[in-house]
């Protein structure tokens, strides 16, 4: 990547991962905080605090993809972190269950994902995109990394609501960073946008949906089982944090090659096949998994094949949309907070019902469907020439 390519992907990745770290910084301490709260004796209404973020992003992630197609990424960016700051301040001004919903909720209609890897791509060449979509998937692994390691200390220092005006202060400075250092990017072709209809049924794009549905359904539910089977094994739950924070940076260590191999030998459909089978080989090590050094090895091979996946998904999603890739991408982010919510019930179900390792069972048969449907996948197409001032653009 040229220098413009990097300052704005990586902006771009630091407030992609801010939003995630409002989501994953809440979760290894909401529910003890909850208990003291008007109406924390009831799990429904924790679950609901927590849950909201994910099911109001969904429901705006398609219509704020789309109009940002249509009146460029910058406006929609700063707005949806304009509702990230309202809703944070919300929580953070209230102790009261229902008012935290509530402010979540909020926080869950800036739904920008779509807008901003949409951005990423029209801001790098195609020849770097996977790469600076790998750096985009990067901030939201280590956001899930880093909450698990500061969540609990800040909590001690500053409480719940110290938390979310933490949230608040660093969504004012991801929209002092879109406003003054990203570029204005309006697509030039909006005029010419696929309708709705016509991206969804997308036989290219309908095939990488279904993939991030099973990828993020399968995570979810992979992850209520492995904190358990870490326990049994002997490491403690405050010491989690340690494995996770290792096999997330050094999965990359072994990601960037393949990444890498698959841009620039034209590659990708291999790659994304592998990191697929990567995934199948986690689960099926899971099964058997008793000790800390096999759940490790799992951790670690699953997380290669996971962080591929958040690189190269979008990616192809971008090229596959042309001038639509707001839509596209919205449809995509919504595809994948289904999965989300999806994994978290399906996952429960099977622990309640036959058992942890009938989650990697089914994870591991979800994922093998997934691959049948990506060998159909043709490889991508020689890129044409693209204009050498793309990235520079203002």
């Known amino acids: ?5 990097l300052r704005s992907t990586l902006a771009l990745a630091g407030i992609f991962g801010l939003r995630m770290l409002g989501l994953f910084l809440l979760l290894p301490v909401f529910s003890i905080h909850a208990k003291d709260l008007p109406g924390g004796d009831q799990a429904f209404l924790i679950g609901l605090a927590l849950g909201i973020f994910n099911i109001v992003q969904a429901c705006f992630h398609i219509p704020l993809g789309r109009l940002s197609d249509r009146i460029g990424r910058k406006a929609v960016v700063l707005w949806g972190l304009s509702l990230f700051v309202a809703g944070a301040l919300i929580c953070a001004t209230k102790d009261d269950l229902l008012w935290i919903s509530i402010g979540r909720g909020v926080m869950g209609a800036g739904a920008i994902s779509a807008a901003v890897s949409a951005w990423v791509a029209d801001l790098t060449r195609e020849q770097v995109r996977s790469q600076a979509m790998a750096l985009v998937g990067a901030s939201i692994s280590l956001s899930f990394a880093v909450s698990l390691v500061v969540a609990a200390p800040l909590y001690r220092m500053i409480s719940l609501s110290g938390m979310f005006f933490v949230l608040a202060i660093l969504g004012v400075l991801a929209m002092l960073v879109a406003y003054f250092v990203l570029p204005n990017n309006r697509p030039e072709v909006h005029a010419q946008q696929d309708s ?97 050094t096999l759940i490790t090895v799992a951790l670690l091979i699953y997380f290669v094949g996971f962080n591929l996946l958040e690189a190269l998904q979008p990616s192809l999603v971008t090229r596959y949309a042309k001038e639509s890739k707001g839509t596209a991408l919205g449809v995509y982010n919504t595809t994948q907070s289904i999965g989300l919510f999806s994994g978290a019930l399906l996952g429960g179900y099977l622990m309640d019902s036959l058992g942890n390792v009938s989650v990697f069972a089914v994870g591991a048969a979800m994922l093998v469907g997934w691959l049948i449907i990506a060998w159909s996948m043709g490889e991508m197409p020689a890129r044409a020439t693209e204009s050498k001032g793309l990235a520079t653009k203002t």
């Open 1 to 5: 990547m040229n220098s413009s390519e």
């Open 196 to 292: 709705l209809k016509v991206v969804f049924l997308r036989p290219e794009l309908m095939r990488l949906n279904v993939g991030v549905f099973v990828l993020n359904a399968t995570q979810v539910a992979m992850f209520l089982v492995v904190p358990r089977l870490l326990e049994q094994a002997g490491f403690p739950l405050t010491a989690h944090w340690q494995i996770y924070l290792s096999v997330v940076l050094l999965s990359f260590v072994f990601m960037v090659p393949l990444l890498v191999y698959g841009e620039k030998k034209q590659r990708i459909r291999l790659v994304l096949l592998i990191a697929i089978i990567l995934l199948v080989i986690a689960e099926i090590i899971f099964t058997q998994a008793a000790s800390v």
